[in-house]
Each structure stands twice: as structure tokens, then as C-alpha cells.
């Protein structure tokens, strides 16, 4: 069961699980001042499924691939507000730079890690305006964490969280 109250169980009545989606649907867009208008077919719910589940695994990450507006996004939106997950990605605009990045990965880090608020970061690769945010993100993945990104004044209030 995760930490909230909602238990991952499997249903044998999919017309039932599209329709709990749907009410979730419903539930993000009355809290969301930007809502998704979403047409919940019976693949479109498997996936927001599976990106759950994943989502809620241990240090669970996932790459979904796909075409252009093919819900990618929507759909991770929906499984991250499901898991009751908050959804962190950075809005990428002009003079957008490398020390933008590291102030939004640091941030989204520090959401994650020292307030404990379970979060979902998602990236999508039109944001991709430097190899090294790829790096960044492997080093992330890899270690969970990106050397030099946290400067002195910023690694105190770290290392005191949860004595």
C-alpha cells in the first residue's frame, strides 16, 4: 500500500478501472488551474497504469517514447497526480541557460530529497538545449545525485535533514 491510502490492485473489470481513471481525470482537472482534456480509451488507462506502477517503485524512472502528441506527457501527469506524486518539469524560454538548469534540477532535487515530497521530473526532449542536461540527468539516475551542483551555504541544511 503506498503511503497514502491508495493500494495498487489488480482489476478484472477494465470497463471499472477506466472509469476510476476518468474520476481522476476529474479530480486533476478541478485541482489544476491547467487542465488536460483527455479522452481515456482502454490503452491510453494501460499506460497511465504502468507509468504508475513504475513511478512508485523504488527509485522508479521511466523513458517513454513515442510520436508527438501522443499523450506522453498527459498521461505521466495523470499517473504521477494518481500516485499522488507532485510533477516537477522546468519551462524552457528564451536565454534559457545552463544555470537555469542547474538551479531547476537543483531545486527539483531538494523537493525530492531534503523536503521528502514524492516527485515526478519530467523532461521531454524538446527541452534538451545542451548535451550536458542529458549528462546530468544519467549522473541523476546513476548516483542520484550531480557533483558540484549544490554550493557550501547549500550542503548544510542537507546534511542536518532528518538528525
Not at 503511503?3 to 477506466?18: F, H, K, N, S
Not at 519551462?91 to 542547474?102: L, Q
Not at 531545486?107 to 548535451?131: M, P, R, S, W, Y
Not at 546513476?142 to 554550493?151: A, E, F, Q, R, W
Request: glycine content about 8%; overall charge negative; some cysteine.
Amino acid at each position: 500500500m503506498d503511503g497514502e491510502g491508495r493500494p495498487y490492485q489488480i482489476l478484472t473489470d477494465l470497463d471499472a478501472m477506466v472509469k476510476k481513471i476518468e474520476e481522476y481525470l476529474e479530480d486533476y482537472n478541478s485541482q489544476n488551474k491547467s487542465q488536460m482534456k483527455l479522452i481515456l480509451f482502454l490503452d491510453a488507462c494501460d499506460h497511465v497504469a504502468r507509468i504508475a506502477r513504475v513511478l512508485r517503485q523504488p527509485l522508479g524512472n521511466a523513458l517513454l517514447l513515442g510520436v508527438g502528441g501522443s499523450g506522453r506527457q498527459s498521461l505521466s501527469r495523470l499517473a504521477s497526480f494518481i500516485s499522488q506524486y507532485k510533477a516537477f518539469s522546468i519551462e524552457v524560454v528564451k536565454g534559457y541557460s545552463m544555470k537555469d538548469w542547474r538551479e531547476n534540477l537543483k531545486t527539483c532535487l531538494l523537493q525530492g530529497g531534503v523536503q521528502a515530497k514524492q516527485t515526478t521530473f519530467l523532461f521531454v526532449d524538446t527541452q534538451i538545449i545542451n548535451e550536458n542536461m542529458l549528462e546530468d540527468i544519467n549522473t541523476v539516475l546513476n548516483s542520484g545525485d550531480v557533483p558540484g551542483l549544490y554550493k557550501t551555504e547549500d550542503e548544510e541544511p542537507i546534511m542536518t535533514v532528518g538528525r
